[in-house]
Nanobody
Framework: QVQLVESGGGLVQAGGSLRLSCAASGSFFTINTMGWYRQAPGKLRELVANIRSDYITTYADSMKGRFTISRDDANNMATLQMNSLNPEDTADYYC?????????WGRGTQVTVSS
């Protein structure tokens, strides 16, 4: 059983920054891709960014240059640094980790950006 715990969401003004973290715990052998998705009210869940086990990163176009994803394999953690936030970034953010070949989701953390 794998557990993903997200932290770091909250309320921030436009132009501000937030740092999200996702920690994986439990019994597993291999963590592959780690990433973040988000879902705004009335919209589909979308990829924000992910990072492979070889540290290759992928970002959604609207996040490039503003968000940075990183991982700490020693602690089974992924971090998303979000800068220059705008109200369109308001959403629930979900950690997604491929563990032993299976997709696992966190419960989500809310990010609200005020104008």
């Amino acid at each position: 059983q794998v557990q993903l715990v997200e932290s770091g969401g909250g309320l921030v003004q436009a132009g501000g920054s937030l740092r999200l973290s996702c920690a994986a715990s439990g019994s597993f052998f291999t963590i592959n891709t780690m990433g973040w998705y988000r879902q705004a009210p009335g919209k589909l869940r979308e990829l924000v960014a992910n990072i492979r086990s070889d540290y290759i990163t992928t970002y959604a176009d609207s996040m490039k240059g503003r968000f940075t994803i990183s991982r700490d394999d020693a602690n089974n953690m992924a971090t998303l640094q979000m800068n220059s936030l705008n109200p369109e970034d308001t959403a629930d953010y979900y950690c997604n980790v491929v563990v032993d070949g299976r997709f696992c989701w966190g419960r989500g953390t809310q990010v609200t950006v005020s104008s």
